[in-house]
């Protein structure tokens, strides 16, 4: 068999691309978990049409590049065989190329193989005509030419970490595994060809036997059917009369009856299509009209935020004109509370207390002045989308529908699909569903797997439900009375709102059963669990949620309006303690500024007209500002709901359209058949008295269809005869049986010389079977001498006989430590045994002086293992002619390197990168190394 020289890949897994070399006896693959030890064993198994570990497959490597194409490359040897010819005739050069090629077509992965001689690289290989692509069965066939058995593909197929599944074998399973892999394939053939044409010869002797009973029974019944011949000529001349006559007139019938239904049917369909065609013709009308007057009343928006900013100016102007005056007046008045305590005695210490609390109420109000505004903000933006009929998401939820309208997988939400008819039990509806209103609801079960995946990747964290059924009729007095399905709920959140009784008060719901969910208007809940108060503060279905929202907000409004009030206020009596505190004297300061204060009083009355004045102006400007934009929202409002309608209107009509017109097809194939029914009929079948006729005395194509049956029965209940010249086929029956027995004669003497060919390559089998067993013995019982375990071989119990042999066994046993033996799989071993069993088991099978050379995968084979028997297993490898590809991890002891050439070194994908590092290699020089001992 051959061995690998170098191996390539181009987007496996997350590798992008690299080369590595194989030319050694040894290649150990070492990192850590999860850094592509059995990734690498798998791109190897898929080069070679091998199942990949457990349960994987190459498609879940290729969607993890996330590249168009992927590409597996291999250089091995073409071995000469004991008669001269190559492993891959007849390619004769000393290597070879394998090539795995794998793309997308059609939105499936597809694999193609190649083999091409010498070294190829990858770019060349569409180039050159040299490769011939081809599937994965003609592949398998040509690779098992050269030497890769389907025996040695079960042992490369091993999953990791089972490598001792091997010992697990029964006898029987072993001495098949021994023969595939060791035995004369040209014996097995010749064997088995000449059990084939044995089984073959008995299966026609009685298919024969059977024939000549059968012409037995027919020349005796053969004798009674002459007298039947007349009643049978009446009978066929009245299914002639059926058939040639009655048949077509009714066929006819029908078809005409079907045309004039299809056609009344294609009119109605006609019809209704025109009728939507026309509620779409004119919706968009209004939709354009509608879009004409938002448009507008969005212009008259405009127009008033440029008239209110106009009139917001000039107050500010008129505002910013009177603010130095009334701060000088201001001033007089603090300046005067200043001075009246100081005329009379104040505390410092009160004062300074104060003064710390005032400094912690304006903080307080800096605080809550942020919030109001950010709360202002958010719940603005959310009360926009109720207020266009939509339902507020979460993040979360608006990336996760994002994710799987990008999949086309097809959805909703349960807001959607559900209304909530009693606004006074709204409160308790949205308490019990508060925890799962976010749900998602598949259109499809069929897409819950994907579905799944997404979530899983995207950690979301509310259900993803695929299976949905139609809501039942809700029990009197539930809280699924409140609600209405306008499509399938999940059947479990049908079930939870059927079994929550609707309660006044809490003691009304105690004097149920201890068995009964109940809940009040409040939102008090009864469960299993015990009772809470689950009220829900945020309404999330239906328009109680926007109104809730509409009246938190002005109550946020409100409030935000008064605290700058609240925050001038602090800011003045916080001044004037700091002047008490810091000793102003407010007497001499209104003195000094008492002409300055006098004329601020004059100024003051002038400038507070002007800002009425402009209030007013500007208050005026707002009202104007907000009809226009309710207007425009009534607009707004008016056109998505005219657009949902036209859409709506367009998806009915598009849907029914090619009902009509697959139904119009139908109707034209039905006139179509009919004029090709009337075509050369005489006037007797089809005029219109000769239907008529037809449909009182049968009535339909299946009363006719009926007589012929009955007939059919009648004649075949009968055994009528259909030829007249009886005597004559009763000779030819005579004929036909002497015949018949003549030719079993002779196959019963061919089969007696057959019988004795299949007990000849029996016994030539057998030969090599025992031949095959003695060698696999030898090999076992040399392993096992290196190892020190005593190995003894039962050889198998052969007969000249298939019942014998399907009964032969290969049994086994193993000596350690000088114990008694035990056998392949008795429980007696321990974890460190059972793969030293199946190492010997296995390279066992590789010692074939024959068949020189040849590959095996072993992931970890050193589990279980301690040091000694890790030195051990690197013996057995040492001493077999076989190329070893192993892996372990870089926990293990750094004997597991020993018996390596060449070492291949994994690293796991570095956070926030595409691809993983290329695998590296280590080649050791044995140059230096002193060579083993003879004992070796």
């Known amino acids: 068999m051959f061995s690998f020289h170098e191996f390539e890949v181009v987007h496996w897994d997350y590798w992008r691309r690299f080369k590595l070399p194989l030319g050694a006896d040894i290649v150990t693959v070492v990192g850590p978990n999860g850094s592509g030890k059995t990734t690498l064993l798998d791109a190897l198994r898929t080069l070679l049409s091998i199942q990949c570990s457990s349960g994987r497959d190459y498609r879940r490597y290729v969607r993890h590049a996330d590249q168009p194409y992927t590409w597996l490359r291999a250089v091995v040897s073409n071995e000469r065989r004991g008669r001269g010819a190559t492993a891959f005739f007849p390619i004769t050069t000393d290597r070879v190329t394998l090539l795995c090629r794998i793309r997308k077509r059609g939105g499936e992965w597809e694999r193609s193989y190649g083999i091409a001689p010498g070294t190829l690289a990858i770019e060349d290989a569409e180039k050159t005509e040299d490769v011939v692509w081809k ?14 058995t389907r025996a040695i593909k079960r042992v490369l197929a091993l999953d990791q970490g089972q490598t001792d599944k091997l010992c697990e074998y029964t006898g029987r399973q072993l001495l098949e595994l ?18 084939n044409e044995q089984t073959a010869i008995e299966r026609e002797l009685r298919e024969l036997t059977t024939q000549l009973t059968q012409l037995g029974t027919q020349l005796q019944r053969c004798e009674a059917e002459v007298n039947s011949y007349r009643e049978y000529q009446a009978l066929i001349a009245e299914l ?9 007139r009714i066929q006819l019938a029908e078809l005409v009856d079907s045309a004039a239904g299809g056609r009344k049917q294609l009119i109605g369909a006609r019809r209704e299509l025109q009728a939507l065609e026309l509620r779409a013709n004119e919706l968009a009308r209004d939709v354009e009209a509608t879009a004409q007057e938002e448009a507008e009343s969005l212009a008259a928006v405009t127009a008033c935020v440029t008239k209110r900013e106009a009139a917001e ?48 109420k304006r903080f307080e109000l800096e605080r809550e002045v942020e919030a109001l505004d950010r709360d202002l903000k958010e719940g603005a933006a959310r009360l926009s989308v109720l207020e266009s009929g939509r339902t507020p998401e979460d993040a979360d939820v608006r990336k996760f529908r994002a994710a799987l309208r990008q999949a086309d997988i097809a959805h909703c939400m349960l807001p959607e699909i559900m209304e909530i008819t009693d606004q006074a039990w709204h409160a308790a509806v949205e308490a019990v569903l508060r925890s799962v209103r976010n749900i998602v609801l598949l259109d499809d079960p069929n897409d819950r797997a994907r579905a799944w995946t997404l979530g899983e990747h995207m950690q979301y964290r509310h259900f993803v439900v695929p299976d949905r059924e139609p809501a039942t009729r809700p029990a009197k007095g539930s809280l699924a009375e409140c609600v209405r399905f306008s499509g399938s709920p999940p059947a479990w959140l049908a079930r939870l709102l059927n079994d929550i009784r609707r309660v006044e008060s809490a003691d009304e719901g105690a004097s149920l059963a201890a068995i009964q969910s109940w809940i009040t208007r409040a939102g008090y809940w009864r469960e299993r669990r015990g009772g809470r108060f689950a009220e829900s503060r945020d309404f999330h279905f239906g328009q109680a949620a926007a109104r809730q929202l509409r009246e938190r907000l002005a109550e946020q409004n409100q409030r935000r309006a008064s605290l700058p009030q609240e925050q001038r206020k602090v800011a003045e009596r916080l001044g004037e303690v700091r002047a ?11 003195a000094d500024r008492a002409s300055e204060f006098a004329q601020a009083f004059v100024e003051h009355e002038q400038l507070a007209l002007r800002v009425q004045a402009t209030a007013e102006n500007t208050a005026a400007a707002q009202a104007d500002q907000r009809d226009a934009e309710s207007l425009y929202r009534t607009a707004h409002l008016t056109l998505a709901k005219l657009r949902l309608a036209h859409e709506g209107v367009v998806r009915e009509r598009d849907k029914k359209r090619p009902d009509f017109e697959a139904s119009r097809r139908e109707q034209g194939a039905r006139l179509q058949a009919l ?30 269809e009926r007589e012929v049956d009955r007939l059919g029965k009648r004649r075949a209940d009968a055994r009528y005869v259909s030829d007249p010249a009886c005597v004559a086929k009763r000779d030819k029956v005579q004929g036909d049986y002497d015949q018949l027995s003549g030719t079993i004669q002779q196959r019963e003497a061919h089969l007696q010389g057959v019988q004795r060919a299949t007990h000849d390559a029996r016994g030539q089998y057998i030969n090599v079977l025992r031949a095959t067993v003695r060698l696999y013995g030898q090999n ?9 375990i005593e190995i003894e071989v039962e050889p198998p119990h052969l007969e000249n006989d298939d019942a014998k042999l399907a009964q032969a066994t290969l049994n086994v046993k193993f000596g350690f430590d000088d114990k008694s033996p035990i056998g392949l799989d008795d429980g007696e071993a321990s974890g460190g045994q059972q793969v030293m069993k199946s190492m010997i088991l296995l390279v066992g099978l590789m010692m074939d002086e024959r068949r020189a050379g040849g590959f095996v995968f072993i992931d970890e084979p050193f589990a279980h293992l301690d040091i000694f028997n890790i030195d051990k297993v690197g013996a057995f490898l040492e001493n077999t002619q076989a190329q070893y590809i192993l892996t372990t991890p870089n926990t293990h002891n750094v004997n597991v390197f020993k018996p390596s050439d060449l070492t291949l070194v994994t690293s796991k994908r570095r956070p926030k990168e595409k691809w993983a590092p290329p695998v590296a290699f280590l080649r050791r020089d044995r140059s230096s190394e002193p060579k083993p001992d003879a004992a070796r």
């Open 313 to 360: 100016a000039q107050f500010l102007e008129a505002r910013a004109g009177l603010a130095p005056v009334a701060a000088l007046l201001k001033e007089q008045d603090r300046l005067a509370r200043v001075a009246r305590e100081q005329a009379t005695s104040f505390d410092p210490v009160a004062a300074s207390a104060e003064q710390e609390a005032l400094m912690r």
């Open 780 to 788: 076992i019982r040399a392993l096992g001498e290196i190892a020190g």
């Open 675 to 704: 004029r090709q029914l009337r075509r050369d009929k005489p006037a007797s079948i089809r005029g219109v008295a000769a239907l008529d006729e037809a449909r009182r005395k049968y009535g339909n194509v299946a009363a006719v």
């Open 580 to 590: 008490l505190l810091n000793g102003v004297d407010a007497a001499r300061q209104l």
């Open 240 to 248: 002639a009369d059926l058939h040639g006559l009655w048949l077509p």
């Open 135 to 148: 599937g994965a069965r003609q592949y398998e066939s040509e690779l098992e030419g050269a030497g890769l």
């Open 178 to 195: 021994v023969f595939n892999v060791f035995g004369d394939q040209e014996v097995l053939d010749n064997y088995q060809a000449a059990r």
